[in-house]
C-alpha cells in the first residue's frame, strides 16, 4: 500500500480566484491550482495529477484535447 502518483480525468465546474473546482468520480474538490499555462472553462475535461495519493496535493495538468 505505498503511496503512488496518480493521473486522472476530471470535469472543471468553476473558477475562482484561489483555483478552480473539479469533480472527479462523484467528488468536488475546490480550489484546486493548475500549472497550465491557459484558463480553463466550466465542462472542460481536464487531466489532474495527485502526487503520492495526496489528494490535498492535486494539480491540474491540462486540458484534455477530443480529436
Known sequence: KAPYDKT???????????????TI???DYTNVPT???TSHSANETVKV???Q???NNMFI???VKLV
Open 8 to 22: 486522472v480525468g476530471g470535469v472543471i465546474k468553476a473558477s475562482t480566484s484561489s483555483g478552480y473546482t473539479v
Open 25 to 27: 468520480g462523484n467528488t
Open 35 to 37: 500549472i497550465s499555462s
Open 49 to 51: 495529477m495527485i502526487p
Open 53 to 55: 495519493g495526496q489528494y
Open 61 to 63: 495538468l491540462g486540458k
